[in-house]
């Protein structure tokens, strides 16, 4: 795998893809402490160039393989189309270059094994962009479930009731060949992943979809599921991009001694039967609005969660050792999405 020169040498950023999301990454990676973006690979000359202009990078390029081989690029960020991740991810590993991901890691838990694989093999790092997990509110979350303070866990919950306009839905966004799916595998699977990183991934589970207002696409724009854990807890998943105005991300967990909820990164709801001395700073700690989620418009969130991530890849690269989230967590929310999809096409439960 490649490396800088030396521990102070800023590690080499490039970025495949150059759609919405790609300004996010290069502005992180702008942000970020001991990273430069090198330059950029994206099959429409104009639209590298543009990119290339707006971020002030040295080099762009339409073929993949002409980014790849520059010794001075360490890591890539895929911001491909989501079922078009594989094929420049594995090109990446390949090359010796340590990955960025953009959620989901792959559509399918069969092209997400693939790379996973390669990566393994290969000895090189994947993080794939799960930014709500690098948030105050989640971590504290997090962190109280592990020390125990909720106890039994009797329901755990994650809503993502959030809007897109009509217009949104055009190119790749919708398909089955390229989103894997509509409102849960490109919107929800950020409240899945924090639900299944809280709860643990359910046994059982049994979903309906369906196109209630965007009849035009393919995918879903709404799902509702119930959840059955290992350990006899219960929970719901919905997720929808056709609720106008859209809501903040809900996530909700609940146990026989204390319930929380999780509202983008504010812990709006904190209460134990056993109290501690924090709990009445983390229940007046507003939501930093730099973490919050993009409920109405895909363009509303900030940098600052990419930029968390890749500050942690970065580090990780220095210290050596293992990122926040890697591959094979990322591909969890894929199983569990797919196993959401197979439930509503068979009209019955599946268990994962």
Not at 23 to 29: E, Q, R, S, T, V
Not at 161 to 187: I, P
Request: overall charge neutral; some cysteine; glycine content about 10%.
């Amino acid at each position: 795998m490649t490396a800088p020169s030396s521990s102070s040498s800023p590690l080499g950023f490039g970025i495949i893809g150059v759609g919405m999301i790609a300004d996010y990454h290069a502005k992180a990676i702008a942000a970020a402490t001991g990273a430069k973006l090198v330059g950029i690979a994206t099959r429409n000359a104009d639209n590298a160039r543009t990119f290339a202009e707006k971020h002030g990078l040295p080099f762009y390029t339409t073929k993949v393989d002409e980014l790849l081989a520059r010794p001075d690029i360490q890591v890539v960020c895929i911001t491909t189309p989501s079922g078009a991740h594989l094929e420049p991810a594995l090109a990446a590993v390949r090359a010796g270059k340590h990955l960025v991901v953009e959620k989901p890691i792959e559509i399918t838990t069969e092209r997400a094994d693939e790379l996973l694989r390669a990566a393994d093999a290969a000895k090189v790092k994947i993080s794939p962009i799960f930014q709500a997990r690098f948030g105050e509110g989640a971590r504290t979350l997090k962190a109280a479930i592990v020390a125990g303070r909720f106890g039994r866990l009797v329901l755990a919950s994650a809503y993502v009731k959030w809007h897109r306009s009509r217009e949104y839905y055009t190119g790749w966004k919708g398909t089955l060949a390229l989103d894997g799916g509509g409102a849960t595998m490109n919107q929800g699977i950020h409240g899945i992943d924090l639900l299944q990183w809280f709860a643990g991934l359910p046994d059982e589970v049994y979903a309906r979809k369906t196109r209630r207002v965007y009849e035009h696409i393919e995918a879903e724009d709404t799902l509702s599921a119930t959840l059955h854990y290992p350990g006899g807890a219960l929970g719901a998943i919905e997720a929808t991009t056709a609720a106008w105005p859209g809501w903040s991300r809900r996530i909700e967990i609940c146990g026989e001694n204390g319930s929380a909820r999780l509202e983008d990164d504010h812990l709006a709801e904190w209460k134990f039967r056993t109290a501690l001395p924090e709990d009445d700073a983390i229940r007046s700690a507003g939501l930093d609005p730099k973490m919050a989620s993009g409920a109405g418009a895909p363009n509303a969130i900030s940098i600052e969660g990419h930029l968390r991530q890749i500050q942690d890849l970065i580090d990780s690269l220095r210290d050596n050792r293992p990122v926040a989230i890697d591959g094979h967590e990322a591909r969890k929310a894929v199983a569990l999405i797919r196993a959401l999809y197979a439930s509503a096409e068979r009209g019955a439960p599946v268990k994962l």
